[in-house]
């Protein structure tokens, strides 16, 4: 099982490809929300914004900040969306609240 750990800044990591091509895909607008298990945005985490890597193939990084409050062994979705020219896609990562080290 993937974690969200509380009190410690959450680094994220996308790969963007084009579905159809592979090609890494370097100029897109990536963003994303955190919510909890009521479908409700969690403050702090509400409006996350993915940059681009520059020279990667592809990689987009954000971060959930350490004082982002979560409760231990709460499901969290994060919600993020890609969008670029002729192409929109969204996926999802759950994961579960602990402290780093717990697990």
Known sequence: MDYWYITT????????????????????TVTGVL????????TGADDI?????SGSN????AEI???VTLERGSDYTL????????????GKMKRRA???GAT
């Open 9 to 28: 800044d959450n680094q994220i990591k996308l790969v963007v490809q084009n579905a159809y091509t592979d090609a890494y895909v370097n100029d897109a």
């Open 35 to 42: 919510t909890d298990e009521n479908g409700d945005a969690v």
């Open 49 to 53: 914004t993915f940059n681009y890597e």
């Open 58 to 61: 592809g990689e987009y990084l």
């Open 65 to 67: 900040e350490d004082t």
């Open 79 to 90: 919600t993020y969306t890609v969008v670029g020219s002729g192409y929109k896609f969204t």
């Open 98 to 100: 602990e402290y780093w």
